[in-house]
């Protein structure tokens, strides 16, 4: 997989961010392997808008949130599921966009459900998406009420 400058990511957690800056073999540093001995890792300079940090820690807490090494990269890259240039191409079902609950995603649009009496699903345009959450980062949050 191809990352590049512009482009938006989404993981299997559900995390969605945009590649601001990526220069592969950024430099090379030392790197403490086990608390004991040290090594030598080509690293890589990546930067992420949104929170690039839990965005990480969420695919290994050890990967350095800016200059994962090759290896780390591939760990990093192995958990993106989706990549595209345009924000809508990543979106699923079951997303919220702008606070609606996404019912289809078409190329240039999405379907989205408000309420339950409606004929025809309102849509957002991709040039109208202010805001995500993802359908994993909604089940992460939710609170489940146990029943007696």
């Not at 969605?16 to 540093?29: L, N, V």
């Not at 820690?57 to 989706?82: A, G, R």
Request: charged share 30%; glycine share 6%; aromatic share 12%.
């Amino acid at each position: 997989m191809k990352l590049e400058v512009g482009m938006y990511i989404r993981t299997d957690k559900g995390f969605i961010a945009k590649i601001k800056e990526f220069k592969h073999h950024y430099t090379k540093g030392k790197r403490s392997e086990d608390g004991y001995s040290v090594k030598e890792v080509v690293e890589n300079y990546l930067s992420l808008d949104g929170n690039q940090c839990r965005l990480i820690e969420s695919i290994d807490y050890s990967i350095p949130p800016c200059y994962p090494s090759d290896e780390e990269l591939d760990e990093i890259k192995s958990h993106i599921v989706k990549t595209s240039y345009n924000i809508i191409d990543i979106l699923e079902v079951g997303d919220y966009v702008n606070g609606y609950y996404v019912e289809d995603v078409l190329k240039t649009f999405v379907n989205v459900a408000v309420g339950s009496n409606y004929f025809q699903s309102p849509t957002i345009y991709e040039k109208d998406i202010k805001s995500i959450v993802t359908k994993e980062q909604f089940e992460n949050m939710k609170y489940g009420i146990a029943k007696k």
